[in-house]
């Protein structure tokens, strides 16, 4: 994700001599083109996030398209107040690209784990929040924010994450993605758990279940109009997320179902509300904190016999 991320804005930065990227003392290797081709477009703040986030701010107000990188946690909490002030409050044209969605740091702990990102994000007036589930949908993602308007944060998951698209989806941020059209459960997911979603929604099928799947990339601003459709054609709708389970995904697709009255079964699938302890690879973590694709299967199976 993050490779396909840096290359898309590699080939803007041939057309738009505007754009400049900052990094916090992070992803040396994969800059290593951009600095040579573009070395005067290239900051390295070193480990001072704040401080990063001010001189985007800065070069935004000086007419600059500023994207600025570290892992998730470092990107989004350390520097919140200069992210609400700076960014926000003047709604700056400054992306803010975040690697290690969700567990992807798996090894790490909890101190890189990125499990209340989004739920802070989207809190905040004028910022955009995208959460791509595959290469492609990055790279759609990207060509859309070299020309969008205002403060974007783009949470990407590490390298190796599974395709889901065949081919390059139409996508347009603030619009959700129909993977799979079926009739009377919804699943909608994002982000690193879109692949797992595919595997689950395709197991449910093969049990004879009808089943529509979306890719609800953008979280702000939501696509409540395609929700409400589900709601319309849906007895249950699930969401899956590697968030947790409060302010994320899920709860702003219940904020648009509960203002709508929905009289179906709503779900959410997410990390619970507590810290994992547990130390391993991130399927491992996946697996206890119950988003492996088996685990998701067995829930929704449960669940959807009550409606």
């Given at each position: 994700?993050?490779?396909?991320?840096?290359?898309?804005?590699?080939?803007?930065?041939?057309?738009?001599?505007?754009?400049?990227?900052?990094?916090?003392?992070?992803?040396?290797?994969?800059?290593?083109?951009?600095?040579?081709?573009?070395?005067?477009?290239?900051?390295?703040?070193?480990?001072?996030?704040?401080?990063?986030?001010?001189?985007?701010?800065?070069?935004?107000?000086?007419?600059?398209?500023?994207?600025?990188?570290?892992?998730?946690?470092?990107?989004?909490?350390?520097?919140?107040?200069?992210?609400?002030?700076?960014?926000?409050?003047?709604?700056?044209?400054?992306?803010?690209?975040?690697?290690?969605?969700?567990?992807?740091?798996?090894?790490?702990g909890m101190t890189?784990?990125?499990?209340?990102?989004?739920?802070?994000?989207?809190?905040?007036?004028?910022?955009?929040?995208?959460?791509?589930?595959?290469?492609?949908?990055?790279?759609?993602?990207?060509?859309?924010?070299?020309?969008?308007?205002?403060?974007?944060?783009?949470?990407?998951?590490?390298?190796?994450?599974?395709?889901?698209?065949?081919?390059?989806?139409?996508?347009?941020?603030?619009?959700?993605?129909?993977?799979?059209?079926?009739?009377?459960?919804?699943?909608?997911?994002?982000?690193?758990?879109?692949?797992?979603?595919?595997?689950?929604?395709?197991?449910?099928?093969?049990?004879?279940?009808s089943v529509t799947?979306?890719?609800?990339?953008?979280?702000?601003?939501?696509?409540?109009?395609?929700?409400?459709?589900?709601?319309?054609?849906?007895?249950?709708?699930?969401?899956?997320?590697?968030?947790?389970?409060?302010?994320?995904?899920?709860?702003?697709?219940?904020?648009?179902?509960?203002?709508?009255?929905?009289?179906?079964?709503?779900?959410?699938?997410?990390?619970?509300?507590?810290?994992?302890?547990?130390?391993?690879?991130?399927?491992?973590?996946?697996?206890?904190?119950?988003?492996?694709?088996?685990?998701?299967?067995?829930?929704?199976?449960?669940?959807?016999?009550?409606?």
């Amino acid at each position: 994700m993050r490779s396909t991320a840096i290359k898309t804005l590699e080939k803007h930065c041939a057309t738009d001599s505007s754009i400049f990227l900052l990094t916090a003392d992070l992803g040396y290797r994969i800059f290593d083109r951009f600095r040579n081709a573009y070395p005067d477009r290239f900051i390295n703040v070193g480990v001072a996030e704040a401080n990063m986030i001010g001189i985007a701010a800065g070069l935004a107000l000086s007419g600059k398209n500023v994207y600025c990188y570290s892992i998730v946690p470092f990107l989004t909490m350390r520097c919140f107040e200069q992210i609400r002030v700076d960014l926000c409050y003047q709604n700056l044209n400054v992306k803010m690209v975040g690697v290690g969605g969700g567990l992807s740091y798996a090894l790490e702990g909890m101190t890189h784990h990125a499990i209340e990102d989004i739920s802070i994000l989207r809190s905040l007036p004028n910022m955009t929040v995208v959460v791509p589930g595959d290469a492609l949908e990055v790279e759609a993602i990207m060509n859309e924010a070299a020309t969008y308007n205002g403060p974007v944060y783009i949470r990407l998951g590490k390298d190796g994450c599974p395709q889901v698209h065949r081919t390059m989806p139409d996508l347009k941020i603030g619009k959700g993605i129909v993977i799979k059209e079926g009739g009377g459960l919804s699943i909608i997911a994002n982000g690193t758990m879109l692949h797992t979603a595919k595997i689950v929604s395709d197991t449910l099928a093969s049990r004879g279940l009808s089943v529509t799947l979306i890719s609800m990339h953008t979280v702000k601003p939501l696509d409540g109009e395609l929700i409400k459709e589900c709601a319309r054609n849906s007895r249950a709708i699930f969401t899956i997320e590697e968030h947790s389970i409060i302010g994320g995904l899920g709860s702003a697709v219940a904020e648009v179902l509960a203002e709508s009255s929905y009289a179906g079964l709503f779900r959410r699938i997410a990390i619970p509300d507590a810290y994992g302890r547990d130390i391993g690879r991130v399927e491992y973590l996946r697996e206890k904190h119950g988003l492996a694709p088996e685990a998701i299967i067995n829930d929704i199976l449960r669940d959807y016999k009550q409606c």
